[in-house]
T-cell receptor, first 114, second 117 residues
Framework: GESVGLHLPTLSVQEGDNSIINCAYSNSASDYFIWYKQESGKGPQFIID?????DKRQGQRVTVLLNKTVKHLSLQIAATQPGDSAVYFC?????????????FGQGTTLQVKP | GAVVSQHPSRVICKSGTSVKIECRSL??????MFWYRQFPKQSLMLMAT?????????EQGVEKDKFLINHASLTLSTLTVTSAHPEDSSFYIC?????????????FGPGTRLTVT
């Protein structure tokens, strides 16, 4: 079945450093992936997505890399700021499916030290 | 971006009572909405897919008679937790899917914290 998992439960970085959050998936049928940020007591907030026909996509201070060979994706946050402290989830879906279902990974807590 | 709201944001109810949670897409029409449950320090688990004008599709292990879902309009879906018990205490999050050209975008609500005493 589908599953999406994350490598580390907690990542602690110094303010100003770059952060890399990793995610592995098992279902090759997933053809798009999304990274979400969730602050305490709030709903997930979209960060960036990538389709399976791409291997890299950049946004503002964030980059997502997709390695289909090893079924791995990562989220890179440049110049991490205290406001980046949150739980980060990757989610996978199948764009060819009309249901739009997303399968979420377990989440990585990013702690930014001042 | 599109906005999805939930009401209430927090609710405390007694064991055995029912609670209704609303999910609204404020500035777009959503033929599909999703309901998730999230326990503390855990991920979001999809409970069901709500389609406007038809019955919801529940994920394996989710009791459809306990978690009643109604999607009566293109901007409103409701989740009713019937005969709530303390183990139903959780953070319930909805999302709504908006069609944008040939693709879809999914937007999440702020969540509803349910505490059953």
């Amino acid at each position: 079945g589908e599953s999406v998992g994350l490598h580390l439960p907690t990542l602690s970085v110094q303010e100003g450093d770059n952060s890399i959050i990793n995610c592995a998936y098992s279902n090759s049928a997933s053809d798009y992936f999304i990274w979400y940020k969730q602050e305490s007591g709030k709903g997930p907030q979209f960060i960036i997505d990538i389709r399976s026909n791409m291997d890299k996509r950049q946004g503002q201070r964030v980059t997502v890399l997709l390695n289909k060979t090893v079924k791995h994706l990562s989220l890179q946050i440049a110049a991490t700021q205290p406001g980046d402290s949150a739980v980060y989830f990757c989610a996978g879906g199948r764009g060819s499916s009309n249901t739009g279902k997303l399968i979420f990974g377990q989440g990585t807590t990013l702690q930014v030290k001042p | 971006g599109a906005v999805v709201s939930q009401h209430p944001s927090r609710v405390i109810c007694k064991s055995g009572t029912s609670v209704k949670i609303e999910c609204r897409s404020l500035d777009f029409q959503a033929t599909t909405m999703f309901w998730y449950r999230q326990f503390p320090k855990q991920s979001l688990m999809l409970m069901a897919t709500s389609n406007e004008g038809s019955k919801a599709t529940y994920e394996q292990g989710v009791e459809k008679d306990k978690f009643l879902i109604n999607h009566a309009s293109l901007t409103l879906s409701t989740l009713t937790v019937t005969s709530a018990h303390p183990e139903d205490s959780s953070f319930y999050i909805c999302s709504a899917r908006e069609r944008q050209g040939a693709s879809y975008e999914q937007y999440f609500g702020p969540g509803t914290r349910l505490t059953v005493t």
